[in-house]
């Protein structure tokens, strides 16, 4: 997928603040949620252990009684210690469904977080990193000589540009 441009990025941001709000940040829900820890390849096994799960949200604005078809959306990355895949897909979705909520917009319309999805469910076996929570392989055609037009750069970054944003 290539990566969004920075007026496209401002545009999504402004999308973002209009329709999510503050009001995200404060659930009044408390999500029990036990913190996996990364364990080393070397002590993973073929099943049982850590899994991430990707999820799918939407936010789900409704003006005047109706809804647009485009919708603002979120993928998240949760981590899993489980003894199956079974069991993590449902630690899975129950984490996501306790985190839906809605709230009033700035314009008093009706927001809905709402959980959409398992997009993947992977095992985090002997093949991982100590410290990898997700992977993902596919075919690209010359990622090394196009990797100025794959990758954003680094002040791209959210993180990053998140950062500077707070020292300004």
Request: aromatic share 6%; hydrophobic share 35%; net charge positive.
């Amino acid at each position: 997928m290539k990566p969004p441009l920075a007026a496209e990025r401002q545009v999504v941001r402004q999308a973002t603040q209009d329709q999510r709000g503050p009001e995200h940040l404060m659930s009044k829900r408390r999500i029990r949620v036990v913190a996996p820890r990364l364990t080393s390849p070397a002590r993973r096994g073929l099943t049982g252990g850590l899994y991430t799960a990707k999820l799918l949200f939407e936010y789900f604005v409704t003006v005047s009684g109706k809804a647009a078809s485009r919708r603002l959306c979120e993928e998240r990355l949760i981590l899993i210690k489980s003894q199956s895949a079974e069991r993590a897909y449902r630690e899975a979705t129950r984490q996501a469904r306790a985190s839906q909520h809605s709230y009033r917009n700035s314009s008093k319309n009706r927001v809905q977080f709402r959980f959409v999805g398992v997009m993947d469910l992977l095992h985090l076996g002997v093949e991982c990193e100590a410290n990898e929570v997700w992977y993902d392989i596919g075919e690209r055609i010359r990622p090394m000589e196009r990797r100025s037009k794959i990758l954003p750069k680094r002040h791209d970054l959210n993180a990053i540009k998140n950062e500077m944003l707070l020292k300004k």
